[in-house]
């Protein structure tokens, strides 16, 4: 089968590779969709958590051509999959938290276990409801394919908890930023601001919710939220009630501890894939509230009810969609932040 390997920093080549061949409660899925992620970037670019050979892709969605026994699914149906892979053994996941589970890396599909910049993938540890998830008939490849990045952004809007009178900065308008615009808006959260420095992602976050958005490159995102908000704390910054932190760069981190107010949330969304300077005194001094959102727990199937019942509009999101044999271009595309969303491979 045709499969696209990471080589070296820059370097993807397109290969044939042997068919995945499943055991007992393994399955294999035929790939429609696979949208380039974040951490794909960070692959492409530095190497992370990627050795020489590796097929990366852990957006995506298929059609299931094997699953040996596998209950709850039969061959021909589409699926979308959470490529993180829980053990069920260690003490995260015996209480629940299989997100942040401790010992099951080497069954993540995309990192560990090949991914799905393929034409056939394999789901090391295939539960219905748990790790595969069938999609209806009223979600098409190209939103099965955007199952995955929802969920992360549903996470964080989730742990944020903005209130109905509530003013949330949203930095970085990339696909996390986006889809945590979307589930905000579809909360009720009251004044919801994103800031990103491309115009095509700030256009699209007013089409998805966004009340206001800023432009970093030509705008103090602090000014413009003390102008919204009024001074923060002894006049200082501004005072708006959470921050996510999608952007994952350092002068995005300064602005959201400026920005928020004393007693505020400030979720980190992002990775940063580097070391950042951080003066801790601002987060003792107000009081902060500040949370890691890492991936996702259990947000699969409202994300996939969101896409069917039309509240997400999967379309939105995407902006360049290439066959399987032209995934470097397509990695190029997504790194162009002035003319890229959701690029998606298939």
Same mark, same amino acid.
């Given at each position: 089968?045709?499969?696209?390997?990471?080589?070296?920093?820059?370097?993807?080549?397109?290969?044939?590779?042997?068919?995945?061949?499943?055991?007992?409660?393994?399955?294999?899925?035929?790939?429609?969709?696979?949208?380039?992620?974040?951490?794909?970037?960070?692959?492409?670019?530095?190497?992370?958590?990627?050795?020489?050979?590796?097929v990366l892709g852990h957006e995506f969605c298929g059609v299931?051509?094997?699953?040996?026994?596998?209950?709850?699914?039969?061959?021909?149906?589409?699926?979308?999959?959470?490529?993180?892979?829980?053990?069920?053994?260690?003490?995260?996941?015996?209480?629940?938290?299989?997100?942040?589970?401790?010992?099951?890396?080497?069954?993540?599909?995309?990192?560990?276990?090949?991914?799905?910049?393929?034409?056939?993938?394999?789901?090391?540890?295939?539960?219905?409801?748990?790790?595969?998830?069938?999609?209806?008939?009223?979600?098409?490849?190209? !939103? =099965?394919?955007? *199952?995955?990045?929802?969920?992360?952004? &549903? #996470?964080?809007? %989730?742990?944020? +908890?903005? @209130?109905? $009178?509530?003013?949330?900065?949203?930095?970085?308008?990339?696909?996390?930023?986006?889809?945590?615009?979307?589930?905000?808006?579809?909360?009720? !959260? =009251?004044?919801? *601001?994103?800031?990103?420095?491309?115009? &095509? #992602?700030?256009? %699209?976050?007013? +089409?998805? @919710?966004? $009340?206001?958005?800023?432009?970093?490159?030509?705008?103090?995102?602090?000014?413009?939220?003390?102008?919204?908000?009024?001074?923060?704390?002894?006049?200082?910054?501004?005072?708006?009630?959470?921050?996510?932190?999608?952007?994952?760069?350092?002068?995005?981190?300064?602005?959201?501890?400026?920005?928020?107010?004393?007693?505020?949330?400030?979720v980190l969304a992002a990775m940063y894939g580097q070391r950042?300077?951080?003066?801790?005194?601002?987060?003792?001094?107000?009081?902060?509230?500040?949370?890691?959102?890492?991936?996702?727990?259990?947000?699969?199937?409202?994300?996939?009810?969101?896409?069917?019942?039309?509240?997400?509009?999967?379309?939105?999101?995407?902006?360049?969609?290439?066959?399987?044999?032209?995934?470097?271009?397509?990695?190029?595309?997504?790194?162009?932040?002035?003319?890229?969303?959701?690029?998606?491979?298939?």
């Open positions: 089968m045709q499969a696209v390997e990471w080589r070296a920093p820059h370097e993807l080549v397109v290969v044939q590779r042997p068919e995945p061949q499943p055991r007992d409660g393994q399955m294999v899925v035929e790939v429609a969709n696979c949208g380039i992620c974040g951490s794909d970037l960070h692959s492409y670019n530095k190497g992370f958590a990627a050795e020489p050979g590796q299931v051509l094997s699953a040996p026994g596998v209950d709850g699914v039969q061959e021909g149906d589409r699926v979308t999959v959470r490529p993180l892979t829980p053990c069920r053994t260690c003490d995260r996941c015996l209480e629940g938290n299989v997100h942040l589970c401790e010992s099951s890396a080497a069954d993540n599909v995309g990192y560990g276990s090949p991914g799905a910049f393929a034409e056939r993938v394999l789901v090391p540890r295939a539960r219905v409801g748990e790790t595969v998830f069938v999609l209806p008939d009223s979600v098409d490849d190209r !939103a =099965g394919a955007l *199952v995955e990045p929802l969920a992360v952004s &549903l #996470r964080a809007v %989730r742990i944020a +908890a903005a @209130g109905r $009178d509530d003013v949330v900065l949203v930095l970085g308008g990339g696909m996390i930023g986006l889809g945590a615009a979307r589930f905000l808006k579809l909360a009720g !959260a =009251g004044t919801i *601001v994103l800031s990103d420095p491309s115009p &095509l #992602r700030r256009e %699209r976050a007013l +089409a998805l @919710g966004a $009340d206001i958005v800023i432009d970093p490159l030509t705008q103090d995102t602090t000014a413009v939220m003390r102008e919204l908000t009024g001074p923060g704390g002894m006049g200082l910054g501004a005072r708006a009630d959470v921050v996510i932190d999608c952007a994952g760069v350092a002068v995005a981190f300064k602005d959201a501890l400026k920005c928020v107010r004393h007693g505020g949330t400030v950042i300077e951080l003066v801790p005194d601002r987060i003792v001094e107000k009081e902060l509230s500040v949370r890691g959102s890492f991936a996702y727990k259990d947000e699969f199937p409202d994300v996939i009810a969101a896409l069917a019942d039309g509240s997400v509009d999967a379309e939105l999101f995407i902006s360049h969609h290439f066959p399987l044999e032209r995934t470097p271009e397509a990695f190029l595309a997504q790194l162009d932040r002035d003319r890229s969303l959701k690029v998606l491979v298939g």
